[in-house]
């Protein structure tokens, strides 16, 4: 894909942020990568959503280095060209400061399985990386590392973060996460506790969602 048309869906989401609850001001960041031509666009540091414009995408190298755009990228753009260097499955990434989420990180639990939708979009519990200052290289490294091969990660006294092969792919992983984080808080305020889905029943719905759930046409 073109590194244009990566703009502008970089800009559609970064605009859906604030109307799916996952974001006000100009909280957190989304980046998608071009393998091809190895160039990212990702949303500009503090411009807020509501004011956006298509052309306040940046486009940038693999390391974060401005390749073309009026603003300097976001200052997590290190959490970002991290995973397209070294996760080569990954070419989309979502940060947020997802409220429900975020709760579990600043209680120091993982979000955990509860939902098909979450074996499905989040291949199991939500790990959460211990805390590292905000657009450092160590917070980089230590939500690379937390992550390990999954795609959604809980940030210490920060928010959240999912990958995908595709932004719809990592997009649909943080509303998967936040769903999951939501329900698990108004089980616990009705005094209940939570039920894990059973692990093989999440390998299944997890396999079945990839290999069944994508648009079909009428014969
Ligand atoms: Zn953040």
């Not at 939708?117 to 937390?146: D, K």
Request: hydrophobic letters at 40%; a negative charge.
């Amino acid at each position: 894909m073109k590194i244009d048309e990566l703009c502008s869906e970089v800009f559609e989401l970064a605009k859906q942020l604030g109307p799916d609850g996952l974001a006000h001001g100009a909280q957190g960041n989304i980046s998608a990568c071009d393998r091809e031509s190895g160039l990212v666009a990702v949303t500009p540091s503090a411009i807020p959503y509501r004011v956006m414009k298509p052309d306040d995408i940046v486009v940038t190298d693999m390391f974060g280095k401005v390749i073309k755009g009026k603003w300097t990228p976001t200052t997590e753009i290190k959490m970002h060209t991290i995973f397209f260097r070294e996760r080569l499955d990954v070419n989309a990434v979502v940060h947020t400061h997802a409220p429900y989420a975020s709760v579990f990180a600043i209680t120091n639990e993982q979000i955990p399985p509860v939902l098909t939708e979450a074996a499905s979009c989040l291949t199991g519990p939500v790990p959460l990386a211990p805390y590292r200052a905000p657009g450092s290289a160590e917070l980089a490294q230590i939500v690379l590392e937390t992550i390990g091969s999954g795609v959604a990660v809980l940030l210490a006294h920060h928010g959240l973060l999912t990958v995908g092969q595709s932004l719809a792919e990592a997009y649909d992983s943080t509303l998967a996460a936040e769903n999951t984080a939501r329900l698990v808080i108004w089980a616990r305020s009705m005094g209940s506790k939570e039920i894990t889905l059973d692990p093989e029943i999440q390998t299944e719905v997890r396999q079945s969602y990839i290999t069944y759930y994508h648009p079909v046409a009428n014969e």
